[in-house]
């Protein structure tokens, strides 16, 4: 419609206290205000009902499942939540034959939330808990944990743990295992940038690439919203972690499918053009499949009814605004200093 999308930056630094100054500073000081990415983790819920109340929409990536049953339209959730991510934590290693699971989460929120529903899908597809801990993050040693986890003999360890703690407490792993790893399935917290570099050199790089499997949204690294997303993500510089990151390309495309809704909307009234998001996305007889927003907005124009599928593959809301997307099992490659797509899971695989 003429206009060109701007971006300013607002840093809530994760923090719940620092978040709710600074968004109501946003809300105030930026004019033309039509859409919010993030913020994601901790500090959300403290500022989302500023958000609804300005009603602006907004996007995240965010995993507590308290909003799988949210109803506002100003919240749209771009990855699956956390109770999606649990189930598939128990699919890998039971359709892996690795049935005698410990778990070990760190006691932030992020999580905590996985807990419940991962036991509930070990214990339906089979498989045995024999041990389940929940540690502090951050600490000089997990010796204890660590005897502990062994002591219950299971096949594969499961968890969350940020870079610092999973260097310390796999290292007493390792140690107490008599040099030998045992396999770990975790979060898609290690996929994220700093997790690696901590990991390997603490652990063997040799331990990560072979006994470490994050379980992760898929990205299918090709097709033509993808490469689309690629060559967007080259011309600012971005690095190849970036590049193959299915959260950062589902944000890609979450921008893109704000302004098409807009475009669908011919408004750029927030209250209006919100109604058109899930328009954007859907499944239609008769829909042109679209991947760029220079080809949707041609089609648009045309007339045509159209589906986006973009970056991070199909992205079909369900009727509390998430997009639920396959899981898939990624492994370091040392080769590309990066995580690599393996296994895509069927949808069935994070259903509870």
């Given amino acids: 419609m003429g206009h060109q999308l701007e971006c300013t930056n607002f840093d809530t630094k994760g923090d719940p206290a620092d978040a709710v100054p600074v968004a109501n500073r946003m809300l105030a000081t930026t004019d033309h205000l039509v859409m919010i990415v993030g913020p994601d983790g901790n500090d959300i819920p403290s500022v989302l009902p500023l958000f609804e109340a300005a009603k602006i929409p907004e996007m995240n990536t965010v995993g507590d499942p308290r909003y799988d049953n949210q109803t506002s339209p100003f919240f749209w959730r771009l990855m699956p939540s956390d109770s999606a991510q649990a189930p598939a934590l128990a699919y890998y290693p039971v359709n892996k034959g690795l049935t005698k699971i410990a778990d070990v989460f760190t006691n932030d929120l992020s999580a905590q939330t996985t807990i419940d529903p991962f036991h509930a899908k070990l214990t339906s597809l089979g498989g045995t808990s024999t041990l389940s801990l929940t540690i502090t993050p951050g600490q000089a040693s997990y010796a204890t944990e660590?005897?502990?986890?062994?002591?219950?003999?299971?096949?594969?360890?499961?968890?969350?743990?940020?870079?610092?703690?999973?260097?310390?407490?796999?290292?007493?792993?390792?140690?107490?295992?008599?040099?030998?790893?045992?396999?770990?399935?975790?979060?898609?917290?290690?996929?994220?940038?700093?997790?690696?570099?901590?990991?390997?050199?603490?652990?063997?790089?040799?331990?990560?690439?072979?006994?470490?499997?994050?379980?992760?949204?898929?990205?299918?690294?090709?097709?033509?919203?993808?490469?689309?997303?690629?060559?967007?993500?080259?011309?600012?510089?971005?690095?190849?972690?970036?590049?193959?990151?299915?959260?950062?390309?589902?944000?890609?495309?979450?921008?893109?499918?704000?302004?098409?809704?807009?475009?669908?909307?011919?408004?750029?009234?927030?209250?209006?053009?919100?109604?058109?998001?899930?328009?954007?996305?859907?499944?239609?007889?008769?829909?042109?499949?679209?991947?760029?927003?220079?080809?949707?907005?041609?089609?648009?124009?045309?007339?045509?009814?159209?589906?986006?599928?973009?970056?991070?593959?199909?992205?079909?809301?369900?009727?509390?605004?998430?997009?639920?997307?396959?899981?898939?099992?990624?492994?370091?490659?040392?080769?590309?200093?990066?995580?690599?797509?393996?296994?895509?899971?069927?949808?069935?695989?994070?259903?509870?």
């Fill in 146 to 352: 660590v005897s502990k986890v062994l002591a219950s003999n299971p096949q594969a360890l499961v968890g969350e743990l940020d870079a610092r703690t999973a260097s310390t407490f796999l290292t007493e792993l390792q140690q107490q295992n008599g040099g030998k790893m045992i396999p770990f399935i975790v979060t898609q917290r290690a996929t994220q940038p700093d997790w690696a570099p901590a990991v390997g050199p603490a652990i063997g790089v040799v331990s990560l690439t072979n006994s470490v499997t994050s379980v992760a949204p898929a990205l299918e690294l090709s097709g033509p919203g993808y490469d689309a997303f690629k060559t967007s993500m080259a011309a600012v510089g971005a690095n190849q972690h970036q590049v193959g990151n299915p959260f950062v390309a589902a944000t890609y495309d979450g921008v893109i499918i704000f302004a098409l809704a807009m475009d669908m909307a011919k408004s750029l009234d927030p209250s209006t053009y919100v109604t058109q998001i899930p328009n954007v996305t859907s499944a239609k007889p008769g829909a042109v499949v679209v991947s760029t927003y220079a080809d949707a907005v041609a089609a648009l124009k045309a007339g045509k009814t159209i589906q986006y599928i973009g970056a991070a593959g199909v992205t079909e809301f369900n009727k509390n605004n998430t997009a639920n997307r396959p899981y898939a099992a990624w492994s370091y490659d040392p080769s590309i200093k990066d995580w690599k797509l393996g296994d895509v899971f069927p949808l069935t695989a994070s259903a509870p």
